[in-house]
């Protein structure tokens, strides 16, 4: 089974396999290559004929391969999809096994004028013939959901290619937004690199700016209802942020970075000086000073300054090992409300 990106440059440099079968999980992976496969093979060119695509749940097989036995008209190669492609999956169908004798023929002597690529989104049966006979023949891909560093891993290598970097805190906030779907993600972040325009790095607050998740639990959010004094939003937001794997610790830096930002721009505020000054002093995103500004409307400078030192309190609790780290964290939102 291939990598992903050799795949990918491969197709670049117009090492084509004939066939190709993308299976699993990770929808975006595979439209990355048939999209790849379009570009060098067509031109882009998604209406011209020497492409077609096929649902293999209403078309027989039997179709497919007369499509892909066609001598191109007009181009060197023909592009033939097959979406939902049952052949493959453990599960059995009726006509499968004829379909497979039918296929079997084709994949020890394909057409070398045309690409056939096979999507489905289950796990290949690797015991089947026909799954064996394509490996030797083709590329076969299998893609798995990511989560955890393998994410981190994609966006971070995803915006490098884009000049972009990510705060440490940036980057948490991102992976607290929990967005499953990569093709979204790739979207929202696109959003951001034209966001920054020429700045390289990203920090939380250009997340927060244009960034939009399915179910949005940030800590903005959280300060925002910690805040206003909204104990059971506050809860609901951390509780939410833990269950999505972010670690106490974490939030709890992020919180005190909140607070900070919000003594340190109210009292410039308090001194005369404008959002846009307070930003170039902090050396902050102007976006964070204008968030911070609003938040600290609700708190007087002295709730500011006992607010961090509630948090380096509970921060010395939890690394001393004095209680739970979640339930340290909710006492410390509980009283911050309070």
């Known amino acids: 089974m291939q990598d992903f990106r050799k795949i990918l440059a491969d197709i670049r440099r117009g090492r084509i396999a004939p066939v190709y079968l993308l299976a699993g999980e990770g929808t975006y992976f595979k439209e990355q290559v048939v999209r790849c496969l379009e ?64 296929l079997l023929p084709y994949l020890q002597n394909p057409c070398p004028t045309t690409c056939l690529v096979f999507l489905t989104n289950g796990s290949p049966d690797k015991r089947k013939r026909v799954y064996k006979e394509l490996a030797a023949t083709g590329v076969v891909w299998e893609g798995v959901p990511l989560a955890g560093a ?63 998740f399915p179910e949005h639990h940030s800590i903005f959010a959280l300060t925002d209802a910690v805040g206003a004094k909204e104990v059971a939003a506050a809860l609901r937001h951390l509780r939410a942020m833990l269950r999505t794997g972010e ?5 709890l830096g992020m919180l005190a970075r909140q607070f900070r930002l919000m003594l340190y721009g109210q009292a410039l505020a308090e001194a005369g000086y404008s959002q846009e000054k307070i930003a170039q002093q902090m050396q902050v995103h102007a976006y964070a000073v204008k968030k911070a500004l609003a938040q600290s409307r609700y708190y007087r400078r002295r709730e500011l300054i006992e607010a961090l030192a509630k948090l380096l309190e509970v921060d010395v609790a939890i690394k001393r090992g004095q209680g739970e780290p979640a339930a340290l964290l909710e006492q410390a939102v509980i009283e911050l409300c309070s």
Do not use: C
């Open 39 to 102: 570009e060098k093979l067509l031109a882009g060119d998604r209406e011209g004929a020497e492409y077609e695509v096929f649902d293999g749940e209403t078309t027989g097989l039997g179709a497919v391969l007369e499509s892909a036995m066609l001598v191109p008209m007009f181009g060197a190669k023909r592009l033939v999809v097959v979406k939902n492609a049952p052949l493959f999956d453990g599960k059995e169908t009726a006509g499968g096994k004829e379909a497979a004798d039918l």
């Open 150 to 212: 393998s994410l981190k891993d994609f966006i971070q290598d995803w915006l490098a290619a884009h000049g972009k970097t990510l705060s440490p805190l940036a980057l948490e906030h991102i992976m607290a937004g929990q967005q499953e779907d990569l093709s979204l993600l790739v979207r929202e972040l696109e959003k951001l690199v034209l966001y920054l325009g020429d700045r390289q790095e990203a920090g939380p607050e250009d997340v927060e700016a244009v960034m939009s």
């Open 247 to 251: 670690q106490p610790l974490m939030i």
